[in-house]
């Protein structure tokens, strides 16, 4: 891993960052996690994502928000990461219709300070975790990294392009090395309770309905976690330019009514559907065009909407 032996990953007790921590973990590297444990879901679920990092001697935790400069420069110094793997932040698009300030003082202001610890400190590389959000409202699909992404909306998608924009802006002063990753709607083990595929099976499974927006027409570009970590891992041995953007997805657009259809066979049950109206800040597809991160980073994701439904729907089960 070209000397990266450190890594510091912010939101390493979420979802994609407690997956990408067991990877780093497996392969050897010592690990610093900074998360907050916030209860924008049930804390208990982030605590049970890292019980088995927390018995790991290569693994710290730092409870603390990205939001706090002092204590990201004083993390970042006193331990000293070759690489900052940048995925902690408020999600949602939704929810940052209604919380638009703490979207941005985590989002923007939280990002800053990660970039300054690691232009003071010398950081040799930050992966910062994007999103396909930041394609907004474009009319051409599949989106590339070329396309022009002055059409977000939603705050959420508007923050995560202000973080692209920051950190091609220290990449550009400073020589900061950074690679930016936009995940297209990442599914799989420990997926948060308010993502689509997990309230889904959970509404299922107990009986109750399940609310769908819009006419069913919409669709995501839904990647398997695992395939995602292949890509972070990647992006962190990538060394041929000093700055990059890439796509990560399935580059396979499943619409919504197509999922539910889906889910109800791999659950063998039917559905209750609940239609609604379209909702604010919903795009209409996401759709990944990977030939980039297809060339340059030897990405390959292997695993179908099918097979990870299936082994998802396995996870879930033994959650009970």
Not at 43 to 52: A, L, Q, T, Y
Not at 117 to 144: D, M, Q, T
Not at 181 to 209: H, N, W
Request: charged content about 25%; overall charge neutral; aromatic content about 12%.
């Amino acid at each position: 891993m070209f000397g990266y032996t450190r890594v510091l990953v912010t939101g390493g007790a979420g979802f994609i960052g407690s997956h990408l921590v067991d990877k780093l973990l497996e392969g050897g590297y010592s690990v610093l996690c900074i998360d907050n444990l916030n209860d924008f879901y049930n804390p208990f679920i982030k605590r049970k994502n890292i019980e088995n990092h927390l018995k790991n001697n290569l693994y710290m935790l730092v409870e603390g928000d990205i939001r706090d400069i002092k204590l990201v420069e004083r993390t970042v110094c006193e331990w000293g990461p070759d690489v900052i793997v940048h995925l902690a932040g408020r999600a949602g698009v939704r929810p940052s219709l209604e919380q638009l300030r703490l979207y941005q003082t985590t989002n923007i202001d939280g990002t800053i300070n990660l970039l300054e610890a690691a232009r003071i400190f010398k950081v040799k590389k930050f992966v910062f975790g994007s999103s396909s959000s930041v394609y907004g409202l474009n009319e051409k699909v599949p989106f590339a990294e070329t396309d022009t992404i002055l059409k977000p909306a939603s705050p959420y998608a508007a923050t995560k392009i202000a973080g692209e924009a920051f950190c091609h802006t220290y990449y550009h002063l400073y020589g900061l090395f950074v690679i930016s990753l936009r995940f297209f709607t990442v599914y799989g083990p420990r997926q948060r309770p308010d993502l689509a595929i997990r309230k889904f099976c959970e509404k299922m499974i107990s009986g109750e309905e399940i609310t769908l927006f819009g006419d069913g027409s919409s669709a995501r570009d839904y990647t398997y976690v695992d395939d995602i970590i292949e890509g972070i891992i990647a992006a962190i041995n990538y060394e041929k330019s000093g700055y990059e953007v890439f796509n990560l997805g399935g580059s396979y657009p499943v619409r919504l009514i197509d999922l539910v259809s889906k889910l109800e066979n791999t659950l063998e049950m039917k559905a209750k559907i609940n239609w609604v109206g379209d909702q604010p800040g919903d795009v209409p597809i996401t759709y990944a065009d990977i030939e980039k991160s297809q060339i340059m980073l030897g990405y390959r994701p292997g695993t179908t909407i099918d097979q990870g439904l299936g082994k998802f729907v396995h996870w879930l089960k033994q959650q009970k």
